[in-house]
């Protein structure tokens, strides 16, 4: 197990870093609010610690756990903090009315992030296709991920399995804006009928 350092201080924030967690991971928060970072590390609980925004993180991991109109800006104050650094991006571009996304092919916010952050630094998408709440249950589910460098998503892949989710790869950063439709299929379906306890998954038959 390891320390994974997320940005960010809200719900999906909190999901992650409590499941982590729990499954056994050290969690440090990092918020430009650092008394709401320190009360979700107070009730993640587990030895979760805060540090400077701003500041290099603890982990190799970092999950970028922003809204997505703020990530690239993020990734940018940071800077040097962030070489050498696995950045997950778990962000949804949704249009105003969630009818489609604001990002086109080759401009996914994963591939804003690669451009803004060290060229040391590996974007990987991973967790935007999955609805906090039944992330938050945590039950094993599939997390799909996409990155251009293998031993990043070798890294990832690793740690969301310790989650008790299967990681699938689907490919290069390139793949990021397909996960972001997953992301909007996802959000579709919740809200066509299928409810909001659902995840997208993969079996072969």
Not at 85 to 90: E, G
Not at 109 to 128: G, I, M, R, Y
């Amino acid at each position: 197990m390891t320390t994974i350092s997320i940005i960010g201080s809200g719900n999906m924030a909190a999901t992650i870093g409590t499941r982590a967690a729990k499954h056994g991971h050290t969690v440090e928060l990092m918020s430009r609010d650092t008394a709401k970072a320190q009360a979700l590390a107070d009730r993640i609980g587990h030895g979760a610690t805060v540090g400077t925004f701003g500041a290099r993180p603890a982990g190799d991991i970092v999950v970028v756990a922003v809204l997505y109109t703020g990530a690239v800006e993020v990734v940018a104050h940071y800077g040097d903090a962030l070489a050498g650094k696995i950045l997950v991006d778990i962000t949804n571009p949704f249009n105003a009315d969630v009818s489609g996304l604001v990002t086109t092919p080759g401009t996914s916010v994963s591939q804003q992030l690669a451009t803004a952050a060290p060229e040391d630094a590996h974007v990987v998408k991973a967790f935007n296709s999955i609805l906090r709440g039944v992330l938050a249950e945590d039950k094993p589910v599939d997390v799909f991920f996409a990155g251009d460098s293998a031993e990043a998503k070798a890294r990832v892949a690793a740690f969301l399995e310790s989650l008790d989710m299967r990681a699938l790869d689907a490919g290069g950063l390139d793949m990021a804006h397909a996960l972001e439709w997953a992301g909007l299929l996802l959000v579709g379906l919740a809200r066509n009928g299928a409810g909001f306890d659902i995840a997208l998954g993969a079996e072969a038959l």
